[in-house]
């Protein structure tokens, strides 16, 4: 994704559909290209040209996925509650940083223990 991310920022991108991924017809003047790869006549998409529709609820999905972790992961009981609860915890805070919700700070330690509580020993 890193890869993808720095191709993004440095190359220029190529856009060869020929069709409306809305009406699948072919794409005329006025079209908008999204960075997903998928385009559409300006008319297909309405009012909404900030947003891919075919990728929108999928975005949705997962920013809403990394605002819940981003809740539990101020709650750090309820972080510690998931991760001892679990059957596998390790899974847990692996999904935690994946999302990077937990990160490392300047000074060594993590977002979701920083503010002076540690983990159960019972939980590593």
Known sequence: MRKEIQDLRTNARIFQLSKCTACTFTLDLPAVHFMCMHSFHQCCLGD??????????????????????????????????????????????????GKRVVSKTSN?????????????SSVF
């Not at 909404?48 to 929108?56: G, R, S």
């Not at 060594?108 to 159960?120: H, I, L, Q, V, Y």
């Open 48 to 97: 909404n040209e900030k947003e891919c529709p075919e990728c929108a609820p999928e975005y949705r999905s997962v920013l809403e996925t990394k605002r819940s972790l981003e809740q539990n992961a101020k709650d750090q009981d309820r972080f510690f509650q998931q991760v001892k609860n679990s059957k596998d915890g390790f899974s847990v805070i692996v999904e935690y940083f």
């Open 108 to 120: 060594g330690t993590t977002d979701a223990f920083r503010s002076g509580s540690t983990a159960p």
